[in-house]
């Protein structure tokens, strides 16, 4: 990790709760499972998800309201943490208190997206954590359009995704155009984003997307294709 975590008393507290009961919890048997199913990314303690979060309720019970310094440190030293139910926790608690952070958390949320990447923390972190900074700030905007041209797949995939919550805010110039700037990437996980995308606005407007694909669907690959237009009942 580059990014040191800042001093936190809130963050000491939380760790130490965090590491004595999430490992007390574990099943070994479970962890080599779930670490088959994520593909090896990251070992696993083995809670299953209900019992992390009922875990997760008992470490923060009592604790303060944190301040950006405070969720920067506590996610920092969990995902420097190798188990994955840490990393889950840091994500889980960034959900619930982007609102405490500023516009200068970007780089910090930018730090877990490209640490043990994969989908289960980085598709979180995009839709919750990234696109609550930028939707709290318009301007952080422009860092997303350097963002989706990264050469780092999972950067490039937060950046298509960080639109995926804001509904009749989306910004349709940048999600279309983030989609045809990447159409040509060979990786699936971007493929995948493109699809899921614009699948996810036609929700709030189907003929835009509709017209879209109608005038761009030949740019996109097959997958992009099938994600997009999965719910609209048409074909390009």
Partial sequence: MTLTPPDSALADSVLERLTELYPAAGDPFRAQEMVAYMKGVAP?????????RTLSRTVLKGTARPDEADCAAVALRCFA???????????????????RCSSGFLPVARELV????????VDLLAAHVVGGLV?????????????VEDDDLWTARTALLHQLRFK????????????????DHPDFFIRKAIGWCLREY??????EVRAF???NGAR????????????????S
């Fill in 44 to 52: 696993f303690l083995g809670i299953r998800t209900p019992e992390r």
């Fill in 81 to 99: 943490l190798p188990e994955r139910e840490y990393h889950y926790f840091a994500v889980d608690y960034l959900r619930r208190h982007v609102g």
């Fill in 114 to 121: 490209r640490t043990v990447s994969w989908w289960d923390t």
């Fill in 135 to 147: 939707h709290a700030d318009a301007a952080l905007a422009r860092e997303m359009d350097g963002w």
């Fill in 168 to 183: 009749a805010d989306t910004d349709t110039e940048r999600l279309f155009g983030y989609c045809l700037r990447r159409a």
């Fill in 202 to 207: 036609a929700k709030t407007d189907p003929a």
């Fill in 213 to 215: 694909m109608s005038g």
């Fill in 220 to 235: 996109l690959s097959p997958l992009s294709v099938r994600e997009a237009l999965k719910n609209l009942g048409a074909r």
